[in-house]
């Protein structure tokens, strides 16, 4: 598989757009992932995704190789989910306090005790931040290393550990709270 991936990976650097695509058939779950950390939304990891693949195919003849295609995909799409949600938030949204209204308003109805773990853990990972929630996805969800998480998202290694130290932190209390 690994010289699949390297032949794959050599064609697609050399402008061949069907080995590109086969590379992200391949690595989509991943990437995804990562974006969706960030974005927190279907529809809006949907647009990353097509946003974040045009940018890499366009910029194919600029990948150096001083990292893993996978891992300047990842960095891609990161930066890609980044501009979406600053992009997202200059643009005029109903308030917050409002949309608790309008849903505290609605019949109460008996959530099953999974979900509402599922409710109160989407609530911590809501009230982390972008960033941290995909140092999160990239450690804990696909088992990339502080080293190659700081080297995805631009950052020291030493701010990915205590980042995600902190998180890791926050959903133990949680944790021990439910």
Same mark, same amino acid.
Request: hydrophobic share 35%; glycine share 10%; aromatic share 12%.
């Given at each position: 598989m690994t010289a699949e991936i390297s032949s794959?990976?050599?064609r697609a650097r050399s402008g061949d757009a069907s080995a590109f695509g086969q590379l992200l058939r391949l690595? !989509?779950?991943d990437l995804r992932g990562v974006a969706w950390s960030v974005v927190r939304s279907a529809s809006a990891t949907d647009d990353v995704m097509q !946003?974040?693949?045009?940018?890499? /195919? &366009?910029?194919?003849? &600029? /990948? !150096?190789?001083r990292s893993s295609m996978k891992t300047w995909l990842h960095s891609i799409i990161y930066r890609t989910a980044v501009d979406y949600i600053r992009y997202e938030n200059r643009r005029s949204h109903a308030d917050v306090t409002e949309l608790r209204a309008v849903a505290s308003a609605a019949p109460e109805v008996q959530p099953e005790t999974a979900a509402l773990s599922k409710a109160e853990l989407a609530s911590v990972l809501d009230d982390?931040?972008?960033?941290? &929630?995909?140092?999160?996805?990239? $450690?804990?969800?696909?088992?990339?290393? /502080?080293?190659? $998480?700081?080297?995805?998202?631009?950052e020291k290694r030493g701010t990915v550990a205590s980042r995600v130290g902190r998180v890791r932190a926050r959903l133990l209390r949680w944790e021990e709270e439910s």
């Open positions: 794959l990976e050599r690595w !989509d779950h !946003d974040g693949y045009e940018r890499a /195919f &366009r910029s194919i003849d &600029r /990948f !150096d190789g982390c931040s972008p960033e941290q &929630r995909a140092m999160l996805m990239l $450690t804990a969800g696909l088992g990339y290393s /502080f080293d190659e $998480t700081a080297e995805i998202l631009g």
